[in-house]
């Protein structure tokens, strides 16, 4: 089957390129002795989560435990669950992964891990679980230092919770301009004095978790870091080259759409906010929604839910209905978590079809 | 079962209020000698659907086609599909869905029709088709006037298909001020004069069919329109208030978060991007995601994939861990599509729970 043949909307993934993405972050984590445990969130396909286990990565991380469930066909040998497991249901589920495979879960107080703790114990399995520390995205997490130190010791005291180090997201960070760079230095400095004060306590981390796609290629440049968790990176997005961790060629997802009305100021196109996510650019006011390729005088600039409006800006237009377009896609994990599979591409040739196994598993 | 115990997020439907809502804009459409031909794009559920057909509804209006054929168990005596249908597999899901019912498709030009013509000929079956009109969104739709007699006559010209009328969508009035006012007098004139014009060559639309929810109210102040095909009336959303055609307690669907994490300044839930979708509100500049109900200081400003973040913004905080918030959405369109399924809800119990059928219908 080529590409010409798959219905649209659709999404496209450049094999060779993806292949690149995941080869370079795999040798760049050996290179420097990093854990590579890749967020599965950006992709939510077991065959490509395994492929990152073929190539070295030590296990997944989710965000949820019903996407950790949908995701066990790849046999990790270890679940990072990134997030505070909060409810019943919840704890019922990191219990069940917890019988299946090596968990640990990221969270920031001692008041979300002593039910996980109970939990753990009742089922007689052990729970691994880092302290999440809040590097300055003010989302979760405690702050370093001493609150961390507090919520480490506090950890501590839970039987059936194994303390295994640091977790932190530095998510704030979108580029390395100055202001990227006075935070990665503020970063640098919190790990530093951190893991000091723990080990004054005679507390060493296994683990210390971080990165971001963004972030990716200075991991090394952290002190005390030895895992890292990127998601984006296996396929790109536009937020990624804005950011200056790939370029423009080492973007592997597009969005196969057909022009479905013309006018002379603009062509109308089969993908909305339903297709590729309201999600404007992260760190740019440009209001656009996707680059089109081979097309770069066409602006997509608007969307409603299953239209995509594309101004052709007084460029001369030989579109006509039943034309396609790829566009690459402004944040690729909220795009894919809208559709129900994804085509692995090369010249041309659909060459792999993938279900979006973990795609709306929100709980 | 009640809303305690079910798992989060979660969407909730108050099934009152919606009962409330479909019933009054069927009232609306009976008084005014209407067909009303719900969007079911904002539900995709086929219950409910079920319910808008028992409550009057003439038919329903889809977007896409594998989203109608989701649909077809609600067994709908018409299907429109307001959306031009372009490319092989797309053309044959339509003539499939002509073999089972009655089914009309907007389009604005010969070129898309043609092919459609062509495969409801060599499949002996016969579909209605509405001349797209600009009403002024510039999406799809070619200008009042002469531009819209002359798609009519090339239209009228294709053996297949059987040309019912005229179709348009309003999407750019988003609301009654003084703006929306002289853009729905435009709208007035428009409608107007193109009926009057094709009356002069002897043409009589049996259907013009139009309509939003933002302007629902104001339907039968349209001349010559004879059928609307509202879709978010049936929930309603933050979106609709501001528009003026819903107060707040009209909005039937909330979405149940589980605050994970808490700071002096900020709470974050367990809904974000994935849950409610990144839409922004349609007509304000306030970039909030969201009103928490009951708590009208609490800002919902900022969301990552599966973290919603709210700002305490000084008030009093007696949240922790494990509380729920329920949270009216910007757009409920987009963020029923994130979600697998719905609960009804009445004074606390959880009375019905229905799968999104149609979810990531995009094709």
Same mark, same amino acid.
């Given at each position: 089957?080529?590409? #010409? /043949?798959? /219905? ?10 993806? +292949? ?30 395994? *492929? ?29 669950? &990134? ?47 880092? &302290? ?44 390395? /301009? ?27 981390? +296994? ?16 002190? +005390?870091?030895? #895992? ?120 041309? #040739? ?7 196994? &973990?795609?709306? *598993?929100?709980?």
């Amino acid at each position: 089957m080529r590409i #010409e /043949d798959l /219905d649209t909307p659709a999404v496209l993934i450049d094999v060779d390129v993806m +292949e690149r993405n995941l080869a370079r972050a795999a040798s760049y984590a050996r290179q420097h002795g990093l854990r590579l445990r890749p967020h599965i969130k950006t992709h939510k396909i077991p065959a490509l989560a395994r *492929r990152q286990l073929e190539l070295g990565a030590c296990g997944i991380t989710c965000a949820k435990t019903t996407e950790a469930l949908a995701m066990m066909s790849c046999d990790p040998p270890e679940v990072l669950i &990134a997030y505070p497991v909060v409810g019943a249901a919840k704890i019922a589920r990191l219990v069940e992964l917890a019988r299946r495979t090596e968990v640990t879960v990221s969270l920031d107080s001692v008041d979300v891990a002593a039910p996980i703790a109970a939990a753990a114990r009742a089922a007689g399995v052990e729970i691994g679980v880092l &302290a999440e520390m809040d590097a300055g995205l003010r989302r979760v997490g405690v702050p370093p230092g001493e609150p961390l130190l507090d919520l480490v010791l506090g950890l501590r005291k839970l039987d059936g919770l194994r303390w295994r180090g640091i977790a932190f997201y530095p998510g704030h960070i979108r580029s390395l /301009d100055e202001a990227g760079q006075a935070q990665l230095g503020s970063l640098r400095e919190a790990l530093w004095s951190t893991v000091g004060l723990l080990a004054s306590r005679g507390l060493k981390p +296994e683990i210390v978790s971080g990165g971001s796609t963004p972030l990716l290629w200075e991991s090394h440049t952290l002190p +005390e870091l030895n #895992e890292i968790r990127p998601g984006t990176y296996i396929f790109n997005d536009r937020n990624t080259v804005l950011s200056g961790a790939c370029r423009r060629e080492d973007c592997a997802a597009t969005i196969l759409v057909t022009v479905v009305s013309t006018a002379p100021d603009r062509i109308i196109v089969d993908g909305g906010s339903k297709t590729f996510s309201s999600d404007r650019l992260a760190s740019s006011s440009e209001a656009t929604f996707g680059e089109v390729l081979g097309h770069p005088q066409l602006r997509f600039h608007k969307m409603n839910e299953e239209h995509g409006f594309i101004a052709l800006d007084g460029a001369p237009a030989p579109f006509r209905p039943g034309d396609r377009l790829r566009i690459v896609p402004n944040h690729i994990c909220v795009a894919m978590n809208l559709h129900e599979r994804a085509w692995g591409v090369r010249n041309g #040739e659909v060459v792999a079809e993938w279900r979006v196994e &973990a795609r709306g *598993r929100l709980q």
